[in-house]
């Protein structure tokens, strides 16, 4: 066998010396001199910064990268234990998005876990509970009051900003849920096929039937006989519906299923993306979901051009 030089020894050496400091939420660190609370990803990090706002010494980080989309089937990475390891708080969507909290409740005893959702009554689609309570404005507000006493009972220093500042965004966001349902109250349009399974609480919100959903599991594209599927339920539906994708997925299979109906293929913002500077992203779930209402009002048939048939390529 072929003896290690002395530069392959030194080599094991410092890779040894580098193992026995890697950060984890089992070792012990300084603590820092700012209050931090995680986000689990941006609906959260969008909801807890403005619950933050301009609290003196409190930092909002956000954990899953942006570029992600939807969460539901993420790994944490060796980094994301490290910033949880220097944070106070982590909020969470809950509602069974996150496949993790096992691990990093046994590996961060210190951490304050905060459920954005508890107490919110969730839908199960399938046997499955469904986790995407962020995408109704009115439980996005539900989650923002959640948050504010979660960081209020952390951070008692500070209770009455956070209840100030959550009572502010929640209203705003309450606003936004009444003017969505008013507006689209007459839409002829009321049923729609979704991309993933991100839709049911808004669709509920807004009294919209979800008639199909191309994916059939997160992440998972659609078989040909998935794609015919769904286009076969469009066909044989009573009454128009409405073809609805993701800005962020990449989905070839909902251009398929736009192409074969000769439908043309709406795109929502679900707000699992945006900027991460504070001053920009503290209004993103807003503007996101101002640009929702448009693209709805047009595909449920409001707007003039609902309904176009799209020239296929
Ligand atoms: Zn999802």
């Known amino acids: 066998m072929k003896q290690p030089g002395n530069s392959s020894l030194l080599a094991f050496a410092a890779l040894l010396g580098a193992l026995a400091f890697l950060p984890g939420c089992g070792v012990t660190r300084p603590t820092p001199a700012a209050f931090t609370v995680v986000a689990e990803f941006y609906p959260m990090y969008v909801e807890a910064i403005n619950v933050v706002g301009d609290t003196p010494g409190v930092r909002v980080e956000n954990m899953v990268p942006t570029a992600t989309g939807c969460p539901e089937d993420y790994q944490l990475r060796p980094g994301d234990l490290q910033t949880l390891s220097e944070a106070d708080v982590f909020i969470v969507n809950g509602a069974g998005l996150e496949g993790y909290l096992d691990k990093i409740a046994a590996q961060c005893a210190h951490l304050k876990m905060v459920d954005a959702s508890a107490g919110i009554p969730l839908l199960t689609i399938d046997g499955e509970i469904n986790p995407h309570v962020w995408v109704s404005p009115a439980l996005a507000a539900r989650q923002t009051r959640a948050i504010a006493v979660a960081l209020a009972a952390a951070d008692p220093a500070h209770a009455a900003l956070y209840q100030k500042n959550g009572d502010a965004y929640a209203a705003k966001l309450e606003a936004l849920a009444a003017r969505l349902c008013t507006d689209l109250a007459s839409a002829p349009v009321r049923q729609v096929v979704a991309f993933h399974d991100s839709m049911p609480y808004l669709s509920r919100d807004l009294g919209l039937q979800i008639l199909a959903v191309m994916e059939p599991a997160p992440g998972q594209n ?6 015919a599927d769904v286009v076969a339920r469009v066909r044989s539906a009573h009454g128009p519906v409405a073809l609805l994708t993701e800005i962020d997925s990449a989905n070839p299979a909902a251009e398929i299923i736009s192409r074969d ?21 503290k209004d ?30």
């Open 222 to 227: 659609p078989s040909p006989r998935d794609l």
């Open 261 to 281: 109906l000769q439908q043309s293929l709406y795109h929502l913002d679900t707000v699992t993306s945006g900027p991460l500077d504070p001053a920009l992203a």
């Open 284 to 313: 993103a779930y807003l503007r996101a979901m101002d640009q929702n209402l448009a693209v709805l009002r047009e595909a449920l048939g409001l707007d003039k051009n609902a309904g176009k048939i799209v020239s296929t390529p």
